[in-house]
């Protein structure tokens, strides 16, 4: 497991560090970045769901640890979709802005032209439609930051049981050592009083046989 997680988070810091060179890719050959981020992140997704499996299968000491890890990059991944998403449809307004803009300038009017209106519906259309979205992207990022926040409480309570289990196990260490040293002092003096019952029998002998 270990192995698949580091593997998964190197990939995760790659793509982001990739994400960045989408702003400055030309037109011609920014889809084909696109499509490699999305190739990978695809490919990430493969591994969250293997490393979800294999943290299930930990022990029951490591289990949870390795679920909040597992966790952990899966917000990171769905953090990249979210940023790649969201570049995908500015690109897309962008290039609608552009195709209305270069429509409208190469169009030409005439006096009597009957239509003379401006297609602007389907512009205004697919700006709400992308405002939706970025809403969505809002929302889903929201949400996100509200698990990340429920795990990282939950790790806090872990961890605090964590220390009283070790704090009980540390007591029940002493309580054991102390039953030890009083079953040891028993057995002193379960001899120390057979002794005595011997040398009492011995001295009774002695006096019985010469002073009587």
């Known amino acids: 497991m270990e192995t698949l997680y580091h593997q998964t ?3 995760i810091h790659d793509i982001q560090s990739q994400m960045g060179r989408l702003e400055m890719t030309d037109r011609q050959s920014v889809h084909l ?3 490699e981020l999305q190739a990978r992140i695809d490919q990430i997704f493969s591994h ?3 490393l979800e499996i294999l943290a299930s299968k930990e022990p029951p000491s490591r289990r949870q640890n390795a679920k909040l890890r597992v966790d952990q990059l899966k917000y990171d991944a769905q953090h990249l979709q979210t940023a790649l998403r969201n570049f995908q449809h500015r ?3 962008r290039e609608a802005q552009d195709r209305d803009r270069e429509e409208l300038m190469s169009r030409t009017f005439t006096t009597n032209d009957a239509d003379t209106s401006i297609p602007i519906d389907e512009t ?3 700006n709400t439609n992308l405002n939706n979205a970025h809403r969505g992207m809002d929302d889903l990022l929201g949400s996100g930051s509200g698990i990340l926040n429920g795990l ?3 790790r806090g309570t872990l961890k605090g049981t964590h220390k009283k289990m070790l704090d009980v ?3 029940l260490g002493l309580s054991n050592t102390v039953m030890r040293l009083i079953e040891k002092r028993a057995s002193q003096d379960k001899f120390i009083m057979v002794g005595g019952m011997l040398v009492t029998c011995v001295v009774i002998f002695l006096v019985v046989k010469y002073l009587v």
Do not use: G, H, T, V
């Open 9 to 11: 988070n190197k990939q």
């Open 33 to 35: 970045l696109e499509n």
């Open 48 to 50: 969250l769901e293997r």
């Open 91 to 93: 690109r897309y307004a």
């Open 124 to 126: 205004l259309q697919l």
């Open 152 to 154: 990282r409480d939950q």
């Open 169 to 171: 196990a540390n007591m």
